[in-house]
């Protein structure tokens, strides 16, 4: 994208990272997400931290079908039985083999209800060997225990004094690419 674009467009989408290497991730973090999807995915933490671009690569990685709901906005157990379900337990446009999963991936997931959560159990379980789910959320007490125990809970929070400054680094040679991309000075 040329310099002029950049700076007249939404940074945000404009420079979001298009792989896992692009990412500014805690090395714990790259090295569980590193490993695909042989688990459904939670990422968690506070807002800003990449969970959404983190879960979109993921999801454009998958060899299958994507569905991709906000739980801010479908939120309540039709969503559930009306189109996750149904999407889960479709055939795949794909071959279906263990290569070619189907991903849900719920941005937002604590806007989901304690019903739609409730709901969604079964459905982990009996769609496992066809289908990945990818949640992001930013209040994981808001997640239920038992979609949690479901899940590999990844946490994008730094965890210890060392995290924070790896990622206070990493931030700020992140901002002067950015700057140096659109040609505003600093200092």
């Given at each position: 994208?040329?310099?002029?674009?950049?700076?007249?467009?939404?940074?945000?989408?404009?420079?979001?990272?298009?792989?896992?290497?692009?990412?500014?991730?805690?090395?714990?973090?790259?090295?569980?997400?590193?490993?695909?999807?042989?688990?459904?995915?939670?990422?968690?933490?506070?807002?800003?931290?990449?969970?959404?671009?983190?879960?979109?690569?993921?999801?454009?990685?998958?060899?299958?079908?994507?569905?991709?709901?906000?739980?801010?906005?479908?939120?309540?157990?039709?969503?559930?039985?009306?189109?996750?379900?149904?999407?889960?337990?479709?055939?795949?446009?794909f071959g279906g083999?263990?290569?070619?999963?189907?991903?849900?991936?719920?941005?937002?997931?604590?806007?989901?209800?304690?019903?739609?959560?409730?709901?969604?159990?079964?459905?982990?379980?009996?769609?496992?060997?066809?289908?990945?789910?990818?949640?992001?959320?930013?209040?994981?007490?808001?997640?239920?225990?038992?979609?949690?125990?479901?899940?590999?809970?990844?946490s994008l929070n730094?965890?210890?004094?060392?995290?924070?400054?790896?990622?206070?680094?990493?931030?700020?040679?992140?901002?002067?690419?950015?700057?140096?991309?659109?040609?505003?000075?600093?200092?």
């Amino acid at each position: 994208m040329s310099d002029n674009k950049i700076a007249n467009a939404l940074w945000t989408e404009t420079l979001r990272p298009k792989s896992l290497n692009q990412c500014i991730l805690l090395p714990r973090v790259k090295s569980e997400l590193e490993k695909g999807l042989i688990d459904n995915i939670l990422l968690c933490g506070t807002p800003g931290l990449g969970k959404t671009t983190i879960a979109r690569i993921l999801c454009k990685q998958a060899k299958g079908d994507v569905l991709e709901l906000n739980g801010s906005l479908e939120n309540g157990i039709d969503i559930i039985r009306q189109r996750v379900e149904m999407f889960a337990t479709s055939a795949s446009l794909f071959g279906g083999g263990f290569d070619d999963l189907k991903v849900v991936f719920f941005d937002e997931s604590d806007g989901l209800t304690k019903e739609a959560q409730k709901a969604l159990r079964p459905l982990l379980e009996s769609t496992w060997k066809s289908c990945r789910y990818i949640w992001t959320c930013n209040y994981l007490e808001k997640i239920i225990e038992p979609i949690q125990s479901r899940f590999n809970v990844i946490s994008l929070n730094p965890i210890n004094s060392s995290e924070e400054q790896y990622l206070i680094e990493q931030y700020t040679i992140r901002v002067k690419q950015i700057l140096d991309a659109v040609k505003i000075s600093y200092t």
